[in-house]
């Protein structure tokens, strides 16, 4: 008898494709709420995500990287809008931040929601 796994991988698939759409729900929600925060710069709004994602305060070191991070992601979605809509998807136009904005800052809360830290694992 031969094993096929085509409907095993199928069903792996569409698992992962989910996976992921719930991921980048909830890093888009995560920077919606880090926008939405009385924090009005950068920096502080590094330290407000950060402190959401992992419950305490992020080193100078770590600050310094996610900082790296953001103004890479600003710099790419600043030129390209197609790309910044894509990444925050139709739903999200209707809120009031700027798209380019709530992008950049979806992508770096993927980041954070993915760190070790965040993530429970068995």
């Known amino acids: 008898m031969k094993w096929n796994s085509k409907p ?4 792996y698939r569409a698992f992962e494709v989910e996976a992921r759409r719930k991921s980048l729900l909830a890093s888009r929600a995560m920077a919606a709420r880090v926008l939405a925060s009385p924090a009005t710069d950068d920096a502080a709004r590094l330290q407000y995500a950060f402190r959401l994602a992992t419950s305490r305060e992020a080193s100078e070191n770590e ?7 953001l103004a890479k992601h600003q710099a790419l979605f600043a030129d390209d809008r197609e790309r910044a ?8 136009k209707l809120e009031e931040h700027d798209v380019h904005e709530l992008a950049t800052w979806t992508m770096l809360s993927r ?3 993915n760190l070790d830290e965040t993530v429970s694992r068995p």
């Open 111 to 113: 980041v954070l929601l």
């Open 63 to 69: 600050l310094e990287t996610l900082a790296d991070y």
């Open 85 to 92: 809509e894509t990444v925050v998807g139709e739903e999200a």
């Open 8 to 11: 095993l991988r199928n069903g």
